[in-house]
């Protein structure tokens, strides 16, 4: 069956870090890359970085420079997504989703895992 | 990074046609980036709906179809049901050649769909 699970909810203190996990299952996990995209309550989704399962090449949105890290372990098919100094601003679903490249346009996202709350607060 | 502009919500009565706009700019659907529609139903992930501006995963109904012209792009769901109820989002891809750290995925606002 081919799916993304994710790893459990998590609170967190501000100023502290918060690593997601990201575990891909039925399919070849170093022929897609792995995107992170996080929902803050009633917003709308955001797109924060992606790597590239197979070469392990990274790109993040400048709005996380220098917060975020987006790692992979291709012996357990799991990509992770650290995030650190938190602030209450980073309270929101995590989602990491497959990543596949469309005809020079970027990538679309056809496999979503269900998402990880972090939550900030003090 | 640019956002794409949507309406914050549309409806339409069981049956009828309604169509979400996405409108982006020359940096992103304007310079021929492809545009793909995501359903995310409440509480719950989001699911591709269309890829590639006009391509229907397996899956996904006929109800769902996708266009793109200049700077916008539009998905229309005709023949309108009840589980149809979700909030929408476009997403492309952003380019910003003089900063390649600003390049990247984005998305639209989000339209909340009311099937009446």
């Known amino acids: 069956q081919v799916q993304i699970v994710q790893s459990g909810a998590e609170v967190k203190k501000p100023g502290a870090s918060v690593k997601v996990s990201c575990k891909a299952s039925g399919y070849t996990f170093t022929n897609y890359a792995i995107h992170w995209v996080r929902q803050a309550p009633g917003q709308r989704l955001e797109w924060m970085g992606w790597i590239d399962a197979g070469h392990g090449d990274t790109k993040h949105s400048q709005r996380f420079q220098g917060r975020v890290t987006i790692t992979r372990d291709t012996s357990a098919n799991t990509a992770y997504m650290e995030l650190s100094s938190l602030r209450s601003e980073d309270t929101a679903m995590y989602y990491c989703a497959r990543g596949s490249y469309y005809d020079s346009s970027g990538y679309y996202f056809d496999l979503w895992g269900r998402g990880t709350l972090v939550t900030v607060s003090s | 990074q640019s956002v794409l502009t949507q309406p914050p919500s549309v409806s339409g009565a069981p049956g009828q046609r309604v169509t979400i706009s996405c409108t982006g700019s020359s940096s992103n659907i304007g310079a021929g980036y492809d545009v793909h529609w995501y359903q995310q139903p409440p509480g719950s992930a989001p699911k591709l709906l269309i890829y590639g501006s006009e391509n229907r995963p397996s899956g996904v109904p006929d109800r769902f179809s996708g266009s793109k012209s200049g700077t916008s792009a539009s998905l229309a769901i005709s023949g309108l049901q009840a589980e149809d109820e979700a909030d929408y989002y476009c997403?492309?891809?952003?380019?910003?050649?003089?900063?390649?750290?600003?390049?990247?995925?984005?998305f639209g606002e989000g339209t909340k769909l009311t099937v009446l």
């Open positions: 997403q492309s891809y952003d380019s910003q050649p003089h900063d390649n750290s600003r390049s990247g995925s984005v």
